[in-house]
């Protein structure tokens, strides 16, 4: 999928899945004020603050009352490159988006777009056709998620395979012995 905001954006290259289940998850205790669009319908922005810096941007993915998301990690930026270089105060197109944190300043993300549904302004979401989406698909690796202190070997981190826009590389995968 390619995500624009106000026509800056890119192809999604890398995310990592939270469950209401997952203590990991912003929705783990329930729902609060923060935390109150994951709770709402799927498709859905929800924006927070990370350590009080950065602004991140999930996505709503389950039904109404239920709370569980993506957190978007890192895109491949295709549209409105100089308006993300100058969001970003930096030319090195593969580090605009790589990271929840650069990506949310790149596109301009803030708190006025929480809870507003992905597919209508600010937010538009392209879907790659059928078979470029099987092509894709073929090439997502997984593993542990990044930056969380529980949960930690859940593998909810998926990514582009050798994309050089993720936030950061995928540990090669575990042979064992004997199978190589």
Known sequence: MTLLVDGVGGCIVETEAYDQTDPASHTFGGPTVRNAAMFGPPGRAYVYRSYGLHWCLNTVCREAGHGAGVLLRALEPTHGIDTMRQRRGLQDVRLLCAGPGRLAQALGIDAGMNDVPLHMPPFALLQADALAAQEGADQ??????????????VPWRFGLKGSRYLSRAFAAPQVPPGSG
């Open 140 to 153: 997502i690796v997984a593993g542990p998620r990044i930056g969380i202190s529980k949960a930690v070997d």
